[in-house]
């Protein structure tokens, strides 16, 4: 998988998951500030931040793979850099990177439009939550209180890591830095 | 024979293993058992400093407490005596048994994950996963350059304050500073792309392939690593007893 990819591209994508691994542990703090008063439901709306760098690097990088590598190299950084989910953060990763990978996948890597990339944030919404089922046991849970979880998890997944990934890349596209990578190679062909 | 010295993959799989196995466990025994005997496991086979583990088991206090009453209040409807009423939710002993399990299951993640990360050095591990996970060493590699990028990461933040200091932003206090971050993210970005780049030349430049290479640090694998291992699954094994029992 790795053989076509450039060193640059891969030297990206693990600046790009120590940047939002910074990021994303900043926010497990936010939400475990949260969680104490409001329990678990606390992390769900904010959880499209943690899809986020799939996103980004699968748009500027246009490679099968990107998705997921980015999302568990920043797990494995978040963990070195001290997130105390440990071992599991990994784990983490590969659920949520699996599934943004699967809508990019899913559209052959050929397309990289806005609602693709939405796709992608309720496709790790969508793995993540499924994980969340099963070790959070949230059978215990009633299913009307589990359905909310899922909704605000799947919205904020489109909207934070789908919409709210593209225009970050857009506005870093503007800066010039991504010259010599996929993404404005494309927009060079098309406009 | 201690934590420190065991074969971080070996470890990584070990504990995961039984935070899988924790997730299929619905009593509250259980739990308790793991989180209990991780405590023992790593008195008796670490040097661990307890107010670093202190420290980092706090929030995770927090989320069993969020987890606790969360389980009680919004808690599914199950049969079984009405032991009293919270928020108007029936709690059932059921529901009370779940939440407890619940928050007891987030007390020994933490503890195994604690246990892990507590003794693991991060390079160890990188290096373990190349040697024995077979990881590919372009991104090994790649990690060991994202994890040197902290400090040039941190000095590139500290200009960038500086520069809007210069154009007359005035930031006077710590929370000011953190409300400016996002205002940072995209020219931050832009700039470690660009190191990206160059660090990628350099490294091209002196003749890495990513092809496998001879490495100075080897992590072995020994009879230890088992014994360890098979340490904590037997305290598994123990806790699910005594939970089924």
């Known amino acids: 998988m790795l053989k076509s990819w450039k060193l640059k591209e891969i030297v990206l994508l693990s600046i790009l998951s120590v940047v939002f691994a910074v990021v994303y542990l900043a926010f497990v703090h936010i939400g475990n500030l949260w969680a104490g008063l409001i329990g678990p439901i606390a992390y769900e709306w904010i959880f499209g931040i943690w899809f986020i760098v799939s996103i980004i690097a699968a748009y500027i990088i246009r490679r099968p793979g990107a998705a997921f590598l980015s999302e568990v190299l920043a797990a494995t950084i978040e963990m070195m850099i001290g997130n105390a989910i440990g071992p599991r953060i990994i784990l983490v990763g590969i659920i949520q990177g699996l599934g943004a990978e699967a809508a990019f996948a899913l559209t052959g890597y050929r397309r990289y439009d806005l609602w693709v990339l939405m ?45 709210g990934g593209k225009l970050l890349s857009d506005l870093l596209l503007r800066t010039g830095a991504l010259e010599g990578y996929a993404l404005a190679r494309q927009g060079r062909i098309h406009g | 024979m201690t934590f420190h010295e065991m074969n971080p993959t070996i470890k990584f799989l070990t504990v995961t293993c039984l935070m899988f196995g924790l997730a299929f466990m619905y009593n509250p025994w259980t739990p308790l058992v793991v989180f209990l005997g991780t405590l023992a496991l790593q008195t008796l086979f670490s040097a661990v400093s307890w107010r670093r583990w202190g420290l980092f088991m706090i929030p995770f206090l927090l989320t069993a407490l969020g987890t606790l009453w969360t ?108 409300r400016h971050a996002p205002k940072l993210i995209i020219p931050l970005l832009a700039g470690s792309i660009r190191q990206a780049e160059r660090i990628a030349f350099s490294m091209e430049a002196r003749g890495f392939t990513g092809e496998p290479r001879a490495t100075y640090e080897v992590v072995a694998v020994t009879r230890n690593d088992f014994l360890l291992a098979s340490l904590l699954f037997l305290l598994f094994g123990v806790s699910t007893w005594v939970g089924v029992r």
Request: proline share 3%; charged share 15%; no cysteine.
């Open chain 2, 71 to 178: 389980s009680l209040v919004f808690g599914k409807q199950t049969s079984g005596d009405v032991m009293f009423k919270l928020f108007g939710n029936d709690v059932t002993d059921e529901n009370v048994r779940l939440a407890a399990t619940l928050s007891l299951r987030v007390l020994a993640f933490t503890a195994l994950s604690l246990l892990f990360t507590l003794t693991t050095d991060p390079k160890r591990f990188v290096y373990s996963l190349m040697q024995q996970g077979k990881l590919s060493p372009k991104i090994a590699y790649s990690v060991f350059v994202g994890f040197r990028f902290f400090p040039i990461l941190k000095n590139e933040l500290m200009q960038l304050y500086e520069t809007h200091a210069l154009r007359g932003v005035r930031l006077e206090t710590r929370l000011d500073h953190i």
């Open chain 1, 119 to 163: 796709l992608a944030g309720f496709g790790a919404a969508v793995t993540s939550f499924a994980y969340t089922y099963v070790m959070g046991g949230l059978t215990a849970l009633s299913p009307t209180y589990v359905a909310t979880m899922f909704a605000l998890r799947a919205t904020s997944g489109m909207l934070i890591a789908g919409l």
